[in-house]
């Protein structure tokens, strides 16, 4: 088993950040545009690559998040999606953990430096209102 | 045992990106300005936090690079940065690993994150001769 992790600071309260990561409209402005929710799964949608279904596993406001991913490429299904959030002074410092990969295989790679991407935009939409969710981020190589 | 892994894409030829990964020069313009080497090793400095030290033990033209960690903080010390490059069209696709932590530390989880951004640094530095070294490096947290 493989763990992509990641840590950030939001200068923000964390009932922000916690809403960044619970609201659809708020994933929307950071991940990824086509964001959707129904019943306890989120629907994230990136045109024709695909996508990802995540069941809310967890999602305590005091800075618990847990999402399992029950559809998506073949590698994430089963996988766990990690956020802990805590107040640190001026600042929300977020501890996010993708676990359980089978293999640290190639698309690991990509996918670890893509989430810091998406990281730190939610760090921006936060702190200015403004995120770069998909299809508008940065792309970090051929995979987008 | 945890690794941190990442892959980007940089639109160059693989020499272009092979140099940009053991030239002192070229570390400086992507990683950290106070960039030193001395015998077979890597002096990586960053102010007042210190720094790293890196012995080269693999430096393959055909893309091949490993650095051992022989000082710097504690977590790091016996770890490997390693470094595969691989011509791909018109990419050379750099599949970064930083491997045997020996626990998952909070310290992780931010190094994973900075190395992205400042693997994207290297990007910018190759495709448009202008990175984001320390101390000018994005900032993501409250420890920097």
């Known amino acids: 088993m493989a763990d992509i992790v990641h840590r950030i600071g939001v200068i923000a309260p964390l009932d922000d950040v916690y809403r960044a990561i619970t609201t659809t409209d708020d994933l929307a402005a950071w991940w990824t545009r086509d964001t959707k929710s129904q019943d306890d799964t989120l629907l994230f949608r990136f045109g024709d690559v695909g996508g990802f279904d995540m069941q ?45 990969w089978r293999e640290p295989v190639e698309f690991m790679y990509h996918c670890s430096t893509k989430w810091a991407v998406f990281l730190l935009s939610l760090k921006e939409l936060v702190e200015t209102g403004q995120g770069r969710p998909a299809p508008d981020d940065l792309q970090i190589s051929d995979w987008h």
Chains 1, 2 share one sequence.
């Open 56 to 100: 809310v596993k967890e999602a305590d406001p005091a800075g618990r998040v847990r999402w399992l991913v029950t559809d998506g490429p073949e590698e994430w299904i089963g996988t766990d999606v990690n956020w802990r959030l805590e107040q640190r002074d001026q600042y929300t410092i977020v501890l996010f953990s993708h676990e359980g």
